[in-house]
């Protein structure tokens, strides 16, 4: 199991945090998923034989936030 924290922009309310959690909670090979709205970021720990880095910046895009480095 791989634990990644992920720096994300754009989160501003609790309803925010529910869409990025949700989004990635919903991957395949996510474990857990811990979404903050102060200080911006998500920390997933999930199967790097199913899933990368990639795939998670990927989906928070696509839920209308932006991961930054």
């Known amino acids: 199991m791989t634990e990644i924290t992920l720096p994300i922009s754009g989160m501003h309310c609790g309803g925010c945090v529910n ?9 395949p090979g996510v474990e857990r998923v811990e979404v903050m709205l102060d200080p911006g970021q998500a920390i997933v720990a999930y199967d790097e034989s ?8 990927q989906a928070v895009g696509e839920a209308g936030f932006e991961v930054v480095s």
Do not use: I, T
């Open 50 to 57: 199913r899933l990368d880095r990639f795939a998670l910046v």
């Open 19 to 27: 869409s990025v959690k949700s989004v990635l909670s919903a991957l």
